[in-house]
């Protein structure tokens, strides 16, 4: 199972969000299948296949992969990446 907020949901079944970036250290397993939910308790409202995984410097992300992650800009994604993770939770500079 992974958590999303609402509104990314949104953009995953829209088809807009298709990459994601997380900070915690669960261990997704290339190949399978998570259903994405907004809480712990509620059904899953979509699914999600985990086809590849890396590290990443949260500051080298490119402008392709900004748009895949659903926003239009680098600050865009600061702003939601903030909203998820906190303000303390990584150095976001421009790649």
Known sequence: MAIFKRK???????GVKTQTRRIHKHEW??????????AWHSKP????????KFKQRLGDISPEDIKKEGFNSL??????WEEVNGEEAGTL???
């Not at 397993?29 to 907004?38: K, L, N, S, T």
């Not at 409202?45 to 590849?52: G, S, V, W």
């Not at 600050?75 to 939601?80: D, I, S």
């Open 8 to 14: 990314h949901i949104a953009k995953i079944i829209a």
């Open 29 to 38: 397993e290339i190949g399978r299948v998570y259903g994405i939910r907004d």
């Open 45 to 52: 409202q979509a699914h999600i296949k985990i086809t590849r």
């Open 75 to 80: 600050e865009e994604f600061r702003r939601a």
């Open 93 to 95: 500079t421009k790649p």
